[in-house]
């Protein structure tokens, strides 16, 4: 009797099952067919180039539409938990996001920035994540996968204004770094108090398993714009960017809900704020 092993069509399978593709490939199918009213159009493998930090590799996903670009990184981890710790005190779920943008034709300059904007719908906001198996002397996980992200969004972005040389008309984008996983994204809130001192552990904490998470942290290697910082504390906000991380299940329901504006109390476009500087 011939084993399941030993079945080339299942060994084929296997093969094809131990790649990271088959979800690119289910994600990009889910963006295409979103039915939030929104045409997104997708570019798949999109090659990127960092002169400056001397990276360079592939994006996954590029998702547009009109104004707005998601930049996907699409992953199945072997371990099927990332859990992030939010203080009690701070659960109020957040709308902002910290997001390059850029503004680029022949009629104006070119201009790139970042600023806050809002995203609906709301989610939880945290600076850490912590993920079965990493060693404490080894970098996060989630901050390299974060960070070499943000290096493509970066790119990406200078490659708009590259080309917006040669359009016809101007054009603005904003940029969403994403990360969709596989795996499940659990919070743990966690009192602070209840912290020991002297094993930097905890007895209790309330889970709970959320949809998608916003991950804010000090990740860019760009030096901070002069004319807006004059401390330490201002210099560390200044390189602080969001990372969209997000569960492939829940991504259908995140695209339906999705909603981009500016802050009520300044609802100018941040490349018409730069240019009245």
Known sequence: MMH???DPS?????????????????IERVISDAK?????????EHHWSHPSLQQDGFIDLVATYGQMRLVIECKR?????????????????????????????????????VDDVLLYPPSYETDNCIIRGQ???????????????????????????????????????????MIVTAASLQVAVV????????????EKATFSRVPF????????????????VSDLD??????????????????PSLLEDWKVTNRPHDPLPPWEKARRR
């Open 77 to 113: 981890p072997r371990d099927g938990v990332w859990l992030f710790l939010v203080p009690k005190g701070h659960e109020r779920e957040s709308t902002r996001v910290r997001a390059i943008w850029t503004e680029s034709g022949p009629a104006r300059d070119s201009l790139t920035g």
């Open 213 to 228: 998470i916003r991950f804010y942290k000090s990740l860019s290697t760009a030096s901070p714009d002069k004319t807006r």
């Open 36 to 44: 939030s009213g929104l045409a997104w159009e997708v570019v798949r």
């Open 191 to 202: 009192d602070v108090a209840d912290i020991s001192l002297e094993s930097g552990t905890i």
């Open 234 to 251: 201002a210099a560390h906000k200044e390189n602080q960017r969001t990372i969209l991380v997000v569960n492939a299940a829940e991504l």
């Open 10 to 26: 299942q060994q084929l399978i296997n093969m094809a099952n131990a790649s990271g593709f088959l979800l690119e490939l289910a």
């Open 135 to 177: 060693g404490e002397d080894a970098k996060p996980l989630l901050e390299r996968l974060a960070g070499q992200l943000l290096a493509a969004t970066e790119s990406l972005a200078n490659e708009d204004i590259l080309l917006g040389y040669n359009k016809q008309c101007n054009d603005q984008f904003y940029y969403f770094p």
């Open 4 to 6: 399941m092993t030993d």
